[in-house]
């Protein structure tokens, strides 16, 4: 999944760890050459990489903008 906001381009992906998979929200800012920014979704019980970009993909639909400080709202307003 991608999700465009006004300073950054956002998108979803999953990876294997030690106790399964995890999810993650990868989002840049739009100028050229910057860099990738993480947020890891825990989601135990994740057993393939599908479940858990799909906990992502939730994740990624509740975020309601990343300022052009990098900071990550969130549609209930807690910010990161």
Excluded at 34 to 51: Q, R, T
Excluded at 69 to 77: H, L, T
Aim: proline share 4%; aromatic share 10%; with cysteine.
């Amino acid at each position: 999944m991608f999700k465009d906001f006004k300073h950054y381009t956002a998108w979803t992906d999953a990876m294997e760890n030690d106790q399964g998979y995890v999810g993650l929200i990868e989002y840049q800012p739009k100028c050229p050459g910057a860099s990738v920014h993480v947020l890891w979704v825990i989601a135990p019980g994740c057993v393939c990489a599908n479940d858990a970009e799909t906990a992502a993909d939730q994740m990624l639909r509740e975020i309601r903008d990343i300022t052009a400080m990098g900071r990550v709202i969130y549609s209930d307003g807690v910010m990161l």
